[in-house]
């Protein structure tokens, strides 16, 4: 069997592990081949039950890894941090000009 990719190599899957602040300051990790639009599901209350008990989300850290187990690794890696070296990561590592300015919560401080 042919795989999709095979078929047509400009319609290549893309994946990426990221992070978002909750409305109460906590951080949520997950994976998906979107951003964007899991940005937007989360904050429409379709995404997890961890962020629909959390209020909404602002993507602070997206990492493009290489396929859908890297992806999961990544995850699981970010999940295991505690909360001042999920801040560390956000901090050190802005999001890349792509996904600046994404949907979600302001940053302190802006009008």
Avoid at 1 to 29: H, I, K, L, Q
Wanted: proline fraction near 4%.
């Amino acid at each position: 069997m042919v795989s999709r990719m095979a078929e047509d190599p400009g319609n290549v899957t893309r994946y990426f592990c990221y992070m978002v602040r909750c409305g109460n300051g906590a951080f949520y990790t997950g994976w998906t081949t979107d951003p964007r639009r899991r940005v937007a599901e989360h904050n429409a209350g379709r995404g997890a039950r961890y962020t629909r008990m959390h209020g909404q989300v602002a993507l602070v850290y997206v990492e493009e890894v290489e396929d859908h187990v890297s992806a999961l690794k990544r995850e699981v890696q970010i999940k295991r941090l505690g909360h001042a070296r999920k801040a560390a990561l956000a901090e050190a590592n802005p999001l890349p000009e792509a996904f600046a300015g994404e949907i979600g919560l302001r940053e302190e401080g802006e009008a």
